[in-house]
């Protein structure tokens, strides 16, 4: 009776569900037509187009292991360059209603049809994560939110569910295949991939002894983990310039300093639920307004979710998925935290506010989710107005893609390349770069 309340549930959700869909892909869209209009394709964005132009993987293999990108890049080259900002359009609206849907399973209450509409668009990091040719981010946070949509689900699985067989371990064998994908996303998934699938292990061995399809299946994360490291290995061996994090002092190496893993761990949260533009961290004032506006950001949501944790009739089963998203930012934590990284977890914390906010004043929380589109768009105009852009007068700060250190020696205008190419003249934005990315109209 349970699981047939639940379908109820989400068929009753159906037509916000939907709206979701449709606003959220409105939204996108906006940023995209604009992003055809002015965006270009940067030297920082040759580690993605020049193992496309000279079709190789191994050249994308030299400093990170996104096979995936590769392959959907590659895939829209031979048709239209331009075609993956389709695959974020789609990965990025699958990624939000995924984990809407985890929320309301974990909080065991459903978000009002107003609040999936705004949910679409509630998200401050939209222009950074759709308007760079960086897909393996949307495929990541797809994924990520998939495989915590299946872990809910198997952590609420009621006591009338067959015991073994397909029916009964079908959602973890599903889980365990997005862990196994998300190795080979980005490396922000690679926590998610190892801890997603750990504590469904013993989440099985609590209830029962796991079921032989279930091990089975554990084999899929395994191979993919294994594999990753011995490519991770691969590359330092032979590339020194690769990303293979360690206990260096370089940008992506681990930080062994805790004070920063608390800082690092606020900047994550904030970058997912402050409704304020993340670009104006790069002009005087609007930095510390931004710093100021963040932290009580991340303060209210603390409160709200100890607000929920109270309201919430089974606590353990909402305070275990909670842990999980949390040790899933581990790379974001220990290495390095990014506007970029935080939209792997921006879903789940606008889902979070909304169903608690919603629930106390709809109008306020309409409000906030709309705000955040604001502020997503307010980040897309000062990036298209370029890096000399002068705003009210103030000083420029490095950060970020809105800065002169990434907005230098464009490559290609987006909207008007269909391909990229190679020709013969040397250069030097990569070591053993022997071609230039040539733009074909």
């Known amino acids: 009776?349970?699981?047939?309340?639940?379908?109820?549930?989400?068929?009753?959700?159906?037509?916000?569900?939907?709206?979701?869909?449709?606003v959220g892909s409105l939204g996108i869209i906006i940023i995209d037509?604009?992003?055809?209009?002015?965006?270009?394709?940067?030297?920082?964005?040759?580690?993605?187009?020049?193992?496309?132009?000279v079709h190789s993987l191994t050249e994308s293999f030299k400093v990170d292991v996104r096979p995936l990108e590769y392959l959907i890049i590659l895939a829209a080259n031979n048709i239209?360059?331009?075609l993956w900002l389709v695959v974020s359009l789609l990965?990025?609206?699958?990624?939000?209603?995924?984990?809407?849907?985890?929320?309301?399973?974990?909080f065991e209450r459903q978000l009002p049809e107003p609040g999936w509409w705004v949910l679409g668009v509630a998200n401050p990091l939209l222009f950074y994560l759709v308007s760079q040719p960086i897909v393996s981010q949307a495929l990541c946070n797809l994924f990520f939110a998939g495989a915590m949509f299946a872990f809910v689900s198997e952590l609420d699985r009621g006591s009338d569910q067959p015991a073994r067989g397909w029916r009964a371990d079908r959602v973890a064998v599903f889980l365990n295949l997005l862990a196994a994908a998300l190795?080979?996303?980005?490396?922000?998934?690679?926590?998610?991939?190892?801890?997603?699938?750990?504590a469904t292990t013993l989440i099985h061995i609590k209830r029962r002894r796991p079921s032989p399809l279930f091990v089975f299946s554990l084999l899929f994360p395994t191979a993919?983990?294994?594999?990753?490291?011995?490519?991770?290995?691969?590359?330092?061996?032979?590339?020194?310039?690769?990303?293979?994090?360690?206990?260096g002092g370089g940008r992506y190496d681990l930080k062994l300093n805790p004070l920063l893993w608390v800082e690092n761990f606020v900047t994550t949260l904030s970058f997912a639920i402050t409704p304020l533009p993340s670009s104006f961290i790069g002009f005087e004032l609007l930095r510390s307004?931004?710093?100021?506006?963040?932290?009580?950001?991340?303060i209210l949501f603390i409160l709200f979710i100890a607000l929920l944790l109270r309201e919430c009739p089974s606590r353990p089963k909402v305070a275990l998925p909670l842990l999980v998203i949390a040790a899933s930012c581990a790379p974001t934590i220990l290495v390095r935290s990014s506007e970029?990284?935080?939209?792997?977890?921006?879903?789940?914390?606008?889902?979070?506010?909304?169903?608690?906010g919603l629930s106390k004043s709809r109008g306020l929380g309409l409000a906030y989710g709309l705000t955040l589109y604001a502020a997503s768009l307010g980040n897309g105009i000062i990036f298209w107005l370029g890096p000399n852009f002068n705003l009210l007068g103030l000083g420029h700060l490095n950060y970020s893609i809105y800065s002169k250190e990434y907005q230098f020696d464009p490559i290609c205008p987006i909207g008007k390349t269909a391909h990229v190419a190679l020709d013969e003249t040397p250069v030097n934005d990569l070591p053993d770069v022997k071609n230039r990315v040539i733009c074909v109209r």
């Open 289 to 298: 307004l931004w710093i100021a506006v963040a932290l009580g950001s991340v």
């Open 80 to 82: 239209y360059l331009p």
């Open 1 to 22: 009776m349970k699981a047939l309340r639940k379908c109820a549930e989400v068929r009753s959700a159906r037509h916000g569900i939907l709206g979701c869909a449709l």
């Open 340 to 356: 970029l990284y935080s939209s792997m977890i921006a879903p789940f914390a606008v889902s979070i506010v909304l169903l608690y």
């Open 33 to 53: 037509l604009l992003t055809l209009r002015y965006g270009v394709y940067y030297s920082d964005n040759i580690l993605v187009l020049y193992p496309v132009a």
């Open 91 to 106: 990965c990025t609206v699958g990624a939000t209603i995924l984990a809407a849907l985890a929320c309301e399973r974990m």
């Open 224 to 247: 993919a983990g294994t594999c990753w490291i011995l490519l991770k290995i691969w590359e330092k061996m032979k590339f020194s310039y690769s990303m293979v994090p360690t206990l």
């Open 183 to 198: 190795f080979f996303t980005k490396e922000t998934a690679v926590a998610a991939a190892w801890v997603i699938p750990a």
